[in-house]
């Protein structure tokens, strides 16, 4: 599916770039135009971002004029800070989907349960101390709500939100001309898909759906996590997600109380993963979820 690699960057199309790194297998991906570099994710901390950008050296001479997070996630975003004043200058764009900054605001303004997966981070060992002692949480100001479309110079990239899934502030990038997708998190290759506590369970297959209207048979579509996949792969994972909206559903409807609800047969994952996913689920068909 590449086109060959330069120093461990692997190109999925002319001028696009993805490379996975440790710890937890984030991928970044760096998208060459002719009026700089748009990089899409950061990393971890603010050291990990430094090494990044060393790495896009390998690519191009440019500036790193945008970054582009696919999500709120730590993982996805801790190395946003390196990109902007004052580490650098003139500082690069950040842009979001418009509830992925919101949360993002949130967790840099000290929202309890962020503080509290930081300071458990800190006390993981020296390297992650070190880490979180200089964490800058950089928050996108440039917000997305459906659709935007960033110009390269000589190319164009559209920033797109097709619903909610993996979270509510979900951006995929799509370059028609490279026939590739960039996906975050909304498709994982590396493990199962992350049903987490701000996941929309039932909503995440249309969401799908609607990327894959833009899929032909050679379209490359990079998770946040693992390898660049096909559509085929993309329907299969859609088709599971489904059945996991569909179970929870049908569950509910047959009265089967959430504290019982993973210990029914048929689930399309481990039930190990999907305590979230039901939860959430079970919480959307209540009506307690907005
Ligand atoms: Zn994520």
């Known amino acids: ?18 490379r996975r790194y440790q710890p937890v ?3 970044v991906c760096a998208i060459v135009g002719a009026d700089g ?23 191009s001479s440019a500036p790193v004029r945008w970054v582009v997070n696919t999500h709120a996630h730590w993982d996805h975003v801790w190395g946003n800070a390196e990109f902007t004043a004052p580490r650098q200058l003139p500082p690069a764009q950040l842009w979001a989907h418009t509830a992925a900054a919101a949360e993002m605001a949130r967790s ?3 929202d309890p349960e962020a503080a509290a997966f930081k300071a ?32 390269l110079g000589d190319r164009s990239v559209r920033l797109l939100h097709t619903g909610r899934g993996h979270t ?21 290759e590396s493990g199962p898909p992350s049903f ?22 050679g379209t490359v579509l990079v998770p946040g996590h693992g390898e660049p996949v096909d559509s085929a792969f993309v329907r299969a994972q859609r088709d599971r997600i489904r059945a996991v909206a569909d179970h929870c559903a049908a569950l509910h409807a047959a009265g089967v109380p959430l504290a ?18 039901v939860e959430r689920g079970y919480a959307q068909l209540d009506g307690a979820l907005a």
Request: with cysteine; aromatic share 4%.
């Open 25 to 27: 297998d984030v991928t």
């Open 260 to 277: 019982e609800a993973l210990a029914a047969e048929g689930w399309a994952y481990d039930p190990e993963e999907l305590g979230a996913a």
């Open 168 to 188: 509510d502030g979900d951006l995929v990038l799509h370059l028609p001309e490279a026939d590739t997708l960039l996906v975050g998190d909304l498709v994982e």
């Open 196 to 217: 987490g506590s701000d996941s929309y369970p039932l909503e995440w297959a249309p969401t799908l759906d609607a990327l894959l209207t833009r899929c032909g048979p």
């Open 1 to 18: 599916m590449g086109k060959g690699t330069v120093g461990g960057w692997r190109e999925v199309a002319a001028g696009v770039f993805q």
């Open 120 to 151: 458990e981070l800190a006390a993981e060992d020296p390297t992650w101390a070190a880490r979180m002692a200089e964490l800058v949480e950089a928050v996108p100001e440039h917000t997305v709500d459906t659709a935007h479309t960033l110009d």
């Open 108 to 110: 840099r303004d000290g």
């Open 37 to 59: 570099i748009a990089v899409v994710d950061t990393r971890c901390s603010l050291a990990e971002a430094r090494e990044l950008r060393e790495h896009l050296r390998q690519l």
